[in-house]
C-alpha cells in the first residue's frame, strides 16, 4: 500500500466510523422491520444469545477486524490472526468481520472437510466486490457467476489429459528457450525476474497463442499492478494501488481484444465444435474461447473473453512467480534438498536424449521434486484462502451461521498448525511421503466442487522448470537473509538475486 492510501485510508476509516455507527444505530431503531426475503440475515451481536452465533469480536463498524487482517497478513502472520482467535475463545469457529462483511472463519480440517463438501448446497463461492471491478464482464454480473462458465470453458485445456499434454509441450519449449536467453552466460541474475518472464511467456503462449517475446512484453505491461488492486485500499482515486491496477487491467484487456478480433478475422467463419478433441482445443484456445457459447447458446462477447483471459494469465503469472522463486531461495538454502533433486531429475534427463521434451510419463517419476513443492505451498503457499456465502442458517459445532454471511476459509489455519504438521517451521519434504498429510489439512489449490482448476498445469509448469534449472545450474543466495515481502504475494523483497554456476555433466 503506498503512503497515500494510507493516509486516505485513516480519512475514509474516520468518517466511515462516524457515519456507519449512525446508520448502525438507525438501523438497530427499525430493526423489527427487516425484510425477510433479504440475501442477507439481520442477526446482529444481541441476537447471539438467541440463536447462538459463532464466538468472535466484529470489530468496528463495516471496517471490522479487516485492519488487524490486513496488518497480519502482510507481516506473514495470517495464521495468527486465526489462533490468536481460536485460543481465546476456546473453538473451531469463530465470527468476524471483514471487507464489510459479516464473516465465520473455521480453522480446522474438519472446517475445510465441511466446507467443501458442502459446495452448492449449503454454500457457495463469494468474491470479494474488488474482483468484479477489476475482471468486469459486460452483464455486470458478479464473478462467481462467470466462473462456473469459465471452468468449463478451459476445463479441455488443463484439466483433460490431450489439452495438458499439449500444454507439456509448450512449457518444455518455452522453459529452453527462456534459459538459452536469459540464463545462459550470466554469472549473476536475479531469479524472481526471470520467474516472472517464464510465468508470462506460459500464460501467453498457452491462452492467446502468442511466442512472441516483444509481443509478451507489451500485453503484459502493468500486470504487477492488477494484484495490487486486490489486496488495496477501496479507494479509486488518480494515483491510489487500486486505481493504477483498474487501468492496468483496462488496458490489458483492451489488447487482449485486439488480438481476439484479428483472430476472429482470420477465423471466418469457421466455427470449433464442443466436440473438438482437447489436444486440439489446446492447439487453438483462442478459436476454441471465441466460439465457446454461454447456458443460453450465446457466443460469449470478445470484451468478457478478454477479461477472463485476463484473469487467467494474471492468476498463473501470480502463483508462479511466488512458489518458483521461493523454490529457488528454499534450494539454496538446503543444499541436501537440492541434491536430492537433482539426483531424480538427472536420472530422468539420463534416460532420453537432450533434444526430447519432457513426457507425461516424465512427470510420474518426479515424485520426491513433487513432495519439496508441496512443502513449499506448505510453509509459503502464494494463496491465502477463499471464500464462500451461506446460502441457508448453517448449524455447525453448535452454532449458527446464518444465510448470507459469508465464510473465509484460511490456508495457513492448517498449514502452520503444529497439530498437523509437526515442527511447522522446519522444511520437511517427508512430510508428503506414504499417505501424506491428514486429508484437508494441505489445502493450496483448495478443495471440493471448486478447487483450482490450474492445479495440474501449474504441477506441470513447476516440474518443468525445476527440471532443467537444476539439471543445467547450482546457485547461492547474493543477499542470505533477503527479507520476504508478503504484499501483495509472498516472494523476497529484493528478488532474489543469485550466482549461478554451471554444473558439470
Ligand atoms: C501455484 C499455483 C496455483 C495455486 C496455489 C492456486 C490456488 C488456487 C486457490 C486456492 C483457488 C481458490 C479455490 C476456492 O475458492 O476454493 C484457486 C482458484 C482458481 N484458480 Fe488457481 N492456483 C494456482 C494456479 C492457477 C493457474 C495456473 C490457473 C490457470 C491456468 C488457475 C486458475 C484458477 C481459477 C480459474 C480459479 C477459480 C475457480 C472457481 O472459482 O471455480 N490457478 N486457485
Redesign the pocket.
Known amino acids: 500500500m503506498e503512503p497515500s492510501d494510507i493516509f486516505l485510508s485513516l480519512i475514509l476509516a474516520i468518517f466511515s466510523l462516524f457515519c456507519l455507527s449512525l446508520l448502525h444505530r438507525k438501523q438497530k431503531s427499525t430493526s423489527t422491520t427487516n425484510d425477510n426475503n433479504s440475501s442477507s440475515s439481520s442477526y446482529g451481536d444481541d441476537e447471539e444469545e438467541l440463536i447462538r452465533l459463532p464466538p468472535g469480536r466484529t470489530g468496528f463498524p463495516f471496517i471490522g477486524e479487516t485492519f488487524d487482517y490486513y496488518l497480519k497478513s502482510r507481516k506473514g502472520f495470517q495464521f495468527k490472526f486465526v489462533r490468536d482467535r481460536t485460543e481465546q475463545f476456546s473453538t473451531n469457529i469463530f465470527r468476524t468481520s471483514l471487507l464489510g462483511q459479516k464473516m465465520v472463519i473455521l480453522g480446522t480440517a474438519q472446517g475445510n472437510k465441511f466446507l467443501f463438501s458442502n459446495e452448492n448446497i449449503l454454500f457457495r ?1 463469494w468474491w470479494p466486490s474488488m474482483t468484479d471491478k477489476i475482471f468486469p464482464k459486460s452483464d455486470n454480473q458478479p464473478t462467481n457467476v462467470h ?2 462458465r ?2 468449463d470453458i ?1 476445463s479441455p485445456l ?1 484439466h483433460k489429459v490431450d489439452g495438458l499434454r499439449e500444454c507439456i509441450r509448450i512449457m518444455d519449449a518455452v522453459m529452453k528457450q527462456h534459459l538459452e536467453t536469459y540464463w545462459k552466460g550470466r554469472d549473476e541474475v536475479k531469479a524472481g525476474e526471470l520467474v516472472k518472464k517464464y510465468a508470462l511467456a506460459l500464460g501467453c503462449n498457452v491462452f492467446l497463442g502468442v511466442d512472441d517475446q516483444n509481443e509478451i512484453d507489451e500485453i503484459v505491461t502493468g500486470i504487477d499492478g492488477i494484484e495490487a488492486a486486490f489486496f488495496a485500499a477501496p479507494i479509486n482515486l488518480p494515483g491510489t494501488t487500486l486505481n493504477r491496477g483498474l487501468k492496468a487491467s483496462k488496458v490489458m484487456r483492451s489488447k487482449i481484444e485486439a488480438i481476439l478480433k484479428h483472430k476472429k478475422t482470420l477465423l471466418g467463419s469457421r466455427k470449433i465444435s464442443t466436440a473438438t478433441p482437447a489436444a486440439e482445443i489446446a492447439k487453438d484456445f483462442v478459436a476454441h474461447m471465441l466460439s465457446s457459447v454461454d447456458e443460453n447458446g450465446q457466443v460469449l462477447k470478445e470484451e468478457d473473453i478478454a477479461s477472463h483471459l485476463v484473469g ?1 494469465i494474471e ?2 503469472y501470480t ?2 512467480h511466488s ?1 518458483l522463486t521461493m523454490l529457488i531461495k528454499i534450494l539454496a538454502e538446503h543444499p541436501h534438498v537440492y541434491d536430492s533433486v537433482l539426483k531424480e531429475q538427472k536420472e530422468i534427463a539420463s534416460s532420453k536424449h537432450p533434444s526430447d521434451r519432457l513426457s507425461w510419463e516424465d512427470f510420474r517419476k518426479m515424485k520426491y521434486s513433487w513432495n519439496v513443492v508441496c512443502e513449499v ?1 506448505r510453509q509459503c ?3 491465502v ?2 471464500f464462500r456465502e451461506a446460502l441457508t442458517d448453517i448449524k455447525y459445532d453448535g452454532y449458527t451461521i446464518p444465510k448470507g454471511w459469508k465464510v473465509h476459509w484460511l490456508l495457513h489455519s492448517t498449514h502452520n498448525n503444529p497439530k498437523y504438521f509437526p515442527d511447522p517451521e522446519k522444511f520437511d519434504p517427508s512430510r508428503f511421503e506414504g499417505d501424506g498429510p491428514i486429508p484437508y489439512t494441505f489445502i ?4 471440493g466442487l ?6 495440474e ?2 504441477r506441470l509448469a513447476i516440474l518443468t522448470f525445476v527440471h532443467y534449472l537444476v539439471n543445467e545450474y547450482t546457485w547461492e543466495q547474493m543477499i542470505p537473509d533477503e527479507k520476504i515481502s508478503y504484499f501483495p504475494i509472498q516472494v523476497p523483497a529484493q528478488g532474489l538475486p543469485i550466482r549461478l554456476y554451471r554444473r558439470k555433466a
Open positions: 463461492v466462473a462456473k469459465l471452468r478451459i488443463i487467467l492468476v498463473g502463483y508462479l512458489t505451498f503457499s502464494p494463496g484462502g477463499g493450496p489449490f483448495g478443495g471448486r478447487m483450482c482448476p490450474g492445479n498445469y501449474a
